[in-house]
């Protein structure tokens, strides 16, 4: 079952705070972060593993609460270069399967 | 190291016809994945290899959709006959291990119309 993302899209100004939330209705294992610029691939940011860790890519860092079964991702002081679609990705259960939302659009303005 | 490569970039075709997408995975990488996306929604597993076995096909869409990995290096995604329904970007993504702490990494898609 696919993660649900809140916002769906969001505007900000350069240097603006932004958070991303991705939550599920089912027990997670990990949850994956990642960037797609548009036309381009979309990027790998980071990965949070069971355990309600934190991590950190620049200014952009990540929770994860295993018991509510959502993880949200922090962009500090945005940069022009934050723009993009992002997606998380959730695995629950034994399968390998990487199921992700429908992505949120972070749009940076000067 | 090379990325992962996929092609054709583009791909308009009719109602009916039949397309082939490749897919070169990161060299030494065994586990191989197809993604699909929908504009504005999300991107929607549809397979995974590992090496030149199919360890996951549950979300292929249908019968007319066949992938194949032989050898366990490239992989091709064939839709034939194509629908409307098929048109979208299909990602193509490789990781060297799998499971919750192995990341993807994407190719650039293969943006398929089919008209």
């Known amino acids: 079952q696919q993660p649900v993302q809140s916002p769906q899209a969001v505007i900000l100004r350069e240097g603006e705070d932004a958070v991303i939330n991705c939550s599920s209705s089912?027990?997670?294992?990990?949850v994956h972060w990642y960037r797609q610029k548009h036309g381009e691939a979309p990027v790998f940011l980071m990965i949070?593993?069971?355990?309600?860790e934190q991590k950190g890519h620049e200014k952009i860092s990540a929770s994860f609460n295993e018991k509510k079964q959502q993880s949200s991702l922090y962009l500090t002081a945005s940069q022009l270069s934050y723009s993009g679609t992002y997606f998380c990705?959730?695995?629950?259960?034994?399968?390998?399967?990487?199921?992700f939302g429908k992505g949120t659009l972070l749009t940076v303005n000067p | 190291e090379a990325g992962v490569t996929q092609f054709p970039s583009h791909s308009v075709i009719e109602k009916g016809q039949t397309v082939t997408l490749r897919c070169d995975p990161i060299?030494?990488?065994?586990?191989l994945y197809w993604y699909r996306r929908v504009m504005g929604k999300e991107i929607k597993f549809l397979l995974h290899?590992?090496?030149?076995?199919?360890?996951?096909e549950s979300g292929m869409p249908n019968n007319r959709f066949l992938a194949e990995r032989t050898g366990g290096t490239y992989s091709t995604l064939k839709v034939q006959p194509a629908e409307l329904e098929d048109s979208g970007v299909y990602f193509c993504?490789?990781?060297?291990?799998?499971?919750?702490?192995?990341?993807?990494?994407f190719g650039n898609g293969t943006r398929l119309t089919v008209t």
């Open positions: 993504a490789s990781s060297q291990g799998q499971g919750v702490g192995s990341p993807l990494h």
């Open positions: 089912k027990a997670l294992y990990s």
């Open positions: 949070l593993l069971k355990g309600g």
């Open positions: 990705g959730t695995y629950g259960g034994s399968n390998y399967k990487l199921t």
């Open positions: 060299s030494g990488h065994d586990n």
């Open positions: 290899f590992v090496k030149e076995s199919k360890q996951d």
